[in-house]
T-cell receptor
C-alpha cells in the first residue's frame, strides 16, 4: 500500500526557474494538502483541496499554484523560484477535512 | 485565529526516563487535538488524537489528555526508549468550528533525543 507518494525527493533550482512537485495518493481520499516545513517553524499550509476540481488557499499561498484534476493527484507548481521557497514540502491526504492526515515523505527544495 | 504552542527543544533524556512535552492551544469552538511524530527523513505520522474534552488519546505507550479548562494537551510517556527519538508536533483541527483554511494548525515541533 503506497499511501501518499511525492516526487522528486530532492531538487535544486536556480532563481526564476519553474518546477512542479508531484503528489499522488491511492487511498481514495477527498482531501489533499500541501505544507511547507521550515526549521523551527512547524508546518505551514500552502494550498488544500476538498475534491477533484476544487482548491483553496492556505496560510502561505503566494508564489505557488495547484490543480486537482483527479482524486489521486495534487501537483504543486512553483512558477518563479525564489530563495524564500527553499524548504521541505509535504503533501498529505485525509478522508475527513483536517482529521487524521497521511503524509508523504517530503520533497527537499533548494533555490540558489 | 487558532494557534498551538509547544515547548522548545531539543529535549534530551536518558533511556527509561519519564517524558512530558507541553502543548497549549488557542482556538474557537471545540477543536480536535492531535500529536504527530516525525522520524528522521520521513513524513509526519499520527501518534494519537482526542476529539473532545477529557478524552485521553494513547498509542505506543504515549498518552495525552484533552484539558479544556487549561487548553492543554500534554504528551507523556512513562519510560522512553532510544527509538522514540524524533520530532513531535502538537496540532489542532478547527474543522468542527468551520475553520476552513485553518483546518489543521501545527505547533513548531519539539525535537526529542533519547540517550542510551
Amino acid at each position: 500500500n503506497a499511501g501518499v507518494t511525492q516526487t522528486p525527493k530532492f531538487r535544486i533550482l536556480k532563481i526564476g526557474q519553474s518546477m512542479t512537485l508531484q503528489c499522488t495518493q491511492d487511498m481514495n481520499h477527498n482531501y489533499m494538502y500541501w505544507y511547507r516545513q521550515d526549521p523551527g517553524m512547524g508546518l505551514k499550509l500552502i494550498y488544500y483541496s476538498v475534491g477533484a476540481g476544487i482548491t483553496d488557499k492556505g496560510e502561505v499561498p503566494n508564489g505557488y499554484n495547484v490543480s486537482r484534476s483527479t482524486t489521486e493527484d495534487f501537483p504543486l507548481r512553483l512558477e518563479l523560484a525564489a530563495p524564500s521557497q527553499t524548504s521541505v514540502y509535504f503533501c498529505a491526504s485525509s478522508s475527513l477535512l483536517a482529521e487524521e492526515l497521511f503524509f508523504g515523505e517530503g520533497s527537499r527544495l533548494t533555490v540558489l | 485565529g487558532n494557534s498551538v504552542t509547544q515547548m522548545e527543544g531539543p529535549v534530551t533524556l536518558s533511556e527509561e526516563a519519564f517524558l512530558t512535552i507541553n502543548c497549549t492551544y488557542t482556538a474557537t469552538g471545540y477543536p480536535s487535538l492531535f500529536w504527530y511524530v516525525q522520524y528522521p527523513g520521513e513524513g509526519l505520522q499520527l501518534l494519537l488524537k482526542a476529539t473532545k474534552a477529557d478524552d485521553k488519546g494513547s498509542n505506543k505507550g504515549f498518552e495525552a489528555t484533552y484539558r479544556k479548562e487549561t487548553t492543554s494537551f500534554h504528551l507523556e510517556k512513562g519510560s522512553v526508549q532510544v527509538s522514540d527519538s524524533a520530532v513531535y508536533f502538537c496540532a489542532l483541527s478547527s474543522w468542527y468550528s468551520g475553520g476552513g483554511a485553518d483546518g489543521l494548525t501545527f505547533g513548531k515541533g519539539t525535537h526529542l533525543i533519547i540517550q542510551p
